[in-house]
């Protein structure tokens, strides 16, 4: 009659994160505090930095790109 349908969710569109707890120097905490998204810096600085250790360029600008597998 009237029966419940509960939703699944899918396939995970992104990878899963890890949490971390990590210690840094108090130079680059006050600068990555000057971001509003901390978090998003922190994982765009160490994908640019695993990217170009890697050799993975972006086509367009020529940068490193975040895209890290």
């Known amino acids: 009659m009237n029966e419940v349908i ?9 990878p899963t994160m890890m949490y971390v707890s990590l210690r840094i120097e108090k130079e680059v905490y006050e600068y990555l505090n000057t971001y509003p998204n901390r978090s998003a810096k922190i994982r765009e600085v160490l994908a640019n930095f695993i990217n170009k250790e890697r050799g993975i360029k ?5 940068q490193e790109v975040t895209k890290v597998k």
């Open 6 to 14: 509960k939703k699944v969710r899918g396939k995970a569109v992104k």
């Open 58 to 62: 972006d086509e367009n600008n020529k």
